[in-house]
């Protein structure tokens, strides 16, 4: 008895181990399995992970390109801004030349139009001693007597005529 309760006892025994390895035999498959799953998302995380210091990188290259480009910019619209600043004193200087040339033809125009004043003001004075010279002679016939205006000066031209 000895021998079957000894035998039951560890018969027992084995199907509780087995029973426990059974257990340990499920978890352990759990355990692969879920390993693998997490080995599949590491790798998938790994590839996204890869994908991402890509586009990091080549976004870096773009914004330093960008930056460059920025930099250049700045440097051409300084330059720009600082010949639009030398057109502008030129500019200034131009409108002050302009406008001195324009009180010069002004003043030069005030001297033309009180000559021309001058002109015709001696012009009619001439005129006026031409008339009142020929109602002097009104006596003397008109062949004796030529007057003349030229160039500004009033010419008298007396001829004589021999009288028979």
Do not use: H, P, W
Not at 127 to 138: G, I, P, Q, T
Not at 145 to 163: A, C
Request: glycine share 4%; proline share 0%.
């Amino acid at each position: 008895m000895l021998f079957i309760l000894g035998s039951c006892a560890s018969k027992k025994k084995m199907l509780s181990a087995q029973k426990q390895a059974n257990e340990i035999q499920i978890q352990l498959d759990k355990a692969r399995a879920d390993l693998n799953d997490c080995d599949s998302r590491t790798a998938g995380l790994n590839n996204d992970l890869k994908a991402k210091n890509d586009e990091l990188t080549s976004k870096n290259a773009k914004l330093k390109e960008l930056e460059e480009q920025v930099e250049f910019l700045k440097k051409n619209n300084n330059n720009l801004l600082d010949r639009m600043s030398d057109l502008s004193v030129i500019s200034k200087e131009g409108s002050e030349s302009i406008k001195k040339s324009l009180a010069m033809m002004d003043a030069q125009g005030m001297q033309i139009r009180d000559l021309n004043s001058s002109i015709q003001k001696k012009d009619s004075l001439n005129m006026a001693l031409v008339l009142n010279l020929k109602r002097s002679l009104a006596d003397v016939s008109d062949e004796d007597v030529q007057i003349e205006v030229k160039k500004g000066v009033v010419y008298v031209s007396l001829f004589r005529q021999n009288v028979v």
